[in-house]
């Protein structure tokens, strides 16, 4: 059996997914108590947070874990890195999501232009997350559209064309109505994380990433 086969089947499996939807209800409930009992961070991580662990279930808790609670033992590159993949995966994926259902699901594009709407929206949903904040804390809006181009493009192009071409390998030809659209779509996003996320350590390490706020001392 090969590597797609399996993976198809994995994605397909009734009793597979209804344990993945558990899961990643748990995993939901739990980082939306903690965030609102045990923590004190930035609106904006409260949903970059909520968006990661929504589109990886336990995967999206770990590193939330690891990473985005006050009570980590001391901040890391590692963890900064973990945090701006984070952040770029909140609005990516949403964008990501927008842009499959929209070009693929609802109007039935070719896979060349559900690639291109789907970057397209991933990118803009992405860019959106990070020059919003910097307008309202003050920066004028050009200024922080270049600085958001400069800052997140690698990461944004990284973790898209890695996230779509898995998409398109799984489950470009499923229907939206089938049970693969669905899973392959989320199993790609995950993938793109694991991608983006030597990117953004190294943008991190480079000074051209802050790598989002420290809970420890938030």
């Known amino acids: 059996m090969g590597i797609e086969t399996a993976l198809e089947h994995v994605l397909t499996t009734p009793v597979y997914l209804y344990l993945w939807a558990s899961l990643v209800l ?18 904006l991580m409260n949903v970059v947070w ?48 927008t842009g499959v259902v929209l070009a693929a699901g609802v109007l039935a594009l070719a896979t060349t232009q559900t690639i291109a709407l789907t970057f397209t929206l991933a990118y803009t949903f992405g860019m959106a997350l990070t020059v919003g904040p910097l307008v309202q804390d003050g920066v004028g ?19 898209e064309v890695v996230a779509i071409s898995v998409d398109v390998w ?38 051209v990433k802050e790598g989002m706020q420290n809970p420890a001392v938030a």
């Open 141 to 159: 809006f050009g200024e922080a559209v270049r600085d958001a181009f400069y800052s997140e493009t690698p990461s944004i192009t990284v973790m």
């Open 50 to 97: 909520t968006l990661t662990v929504l589109y990886s279930g336990p995967l999206g808790l770990a590193v939330y874990w690891f990473a985005g609670r006050q009570q980590i033992a001391r901040d890391s590159l590692w963890r900064r890195g973990v945090r701006s993949t984070a952040h770029c995966y909140s609005g990516c994926g949403a964008g990501e999501v």
């Open 26 to 43: 748990g995993s939901v409930a739990a980082v939306v108590y903690d965030l609102r009992t045990n923590q004190d961070l930035a609106s």
């Open 170 to 207: 799984l489950a470009g030809e499923a229907a939206i109505t089938e049970p693969l659209f669905w899973s392959g779509l989320l199993f790609s996003l995950s993938i793109g994380y694991v991608a983006a996320y030597p990117v953004n350590v190294a943008l991190v390490s480079r000074g």
